[in-house]
T-cell receptor
Framework: DTEVTQTPKHLVMGMTNKKSLKCEQH?????MYWYKQKAKKPPELMFV???????INESVPSRFSPECPNSSLLNLHLHALQPEDSALYLC?????????????FGPGTRLTVT | QKEVEQNSGPLSVPEGAIASLNCTYS??????FFWYRQYSGKSPELIMS????GDKEDGRFTAQLNKASQYVSLLIRDSQPSDSATYLC??????????FGTGTRLKVLA
């Protein structure tokens, strides 16, 4: 089973709202990722958690706040977003940092900021 | 800047033909290479991984890796209209970072 789940599938929020995206995997993977993808562009890495600790923050604005409550769950808290933050937000997981290192994506959350 | 380059396409092939997708990368230290398929509006789906020089076959898909020349390719045999999608090449140069190419759009013509 290589399933990563994400909720919600779609989210529309105003610039003053606070919302959260959720991601879950049950593959025993120890690394989890948040990506942002705009139309016709490749996924753009935002954050990496390895063994439940934040390993990489790609200089993401503080209006995006990640959280890893346990090894299976990853959240992305959203606050005071801008319209340009509208995108497909993808969660992914991999076994860890070594090899093999296949990374599997969830179905994504389509976010629209109004 | 570590880069992964792909021709954006579209690459158009007739149904039943072989589609050949190519990718070059700049970081010689990269050890892990992946091909993802992404349908419009959907998330990337992993279709192949390759770690050693040579060919790796899985069904209609063959991944080829040449580390000396820093390229990786994907062959799709007996292409079907359902293979029409954007194919993303990804390279893992470090511990947790995956660098994606911009993708090649493939159109299989019925």
């Amino acid at each position: 089973d290589t399933e990563v789940t994400q909720t919600p599938k779609h989210l529309v929020m105003g610039m003053t709202n606070k919302k959260s995206l959720k991601c879950e995997q049950h593959m025993g993977h120890r690394a989890m990722y948040w990506y942002k993808q705009k139309a016709k562009k490749p996924p753009e890495l935002m954050f990496v958690y390895s063994y439940e600790k934040l390993s990489i923050n790609e200089s993401v604005p503080s209006r995006f706040s990640p959280e890893c409550p346990n090894s299976s769950l990853l959240n992305l808290h959203l606050h005071a977003l801008q319209p340009e933050d509208s995108a497909l937000y993808l969660c992914a997981s991999s076994q860890g940092g070594g090899t093999p290192s296949e990374q599997y994506f969830g179905p994504g959350t389509r976010l629209t900021v109004t | 800047q570590k880069e992964v380059e792909q021709n954006s396409g579209p690459l158009s092939v007739p149904e039943g033909a072989i589609a050949s997708l190519n990718c070059t990368y700049s970081d010689r230290g990269s050890q892990s290479f992946f091909w993802y398929r992404q349908y419009s509006g959907k998330s990337p789906e992993l279709i192949m991984s390759i770690y050693s020089n040579g060919d790796k076959e899985d069904g209609r898909f063959t991944a080829q890796l040449n580390k000396a020349s820093q390229y990786v390719s994907l062959l799709i045999r007996d292409s079907q209209p359902s293979d029409s999608a954007t194919y993303l090449c990804a390279v893992k140069p470090g511990t947790y970072k995956y660098i994606f190419g911009t993708g090649t759009r493939l159109k299989v013509l019925a």
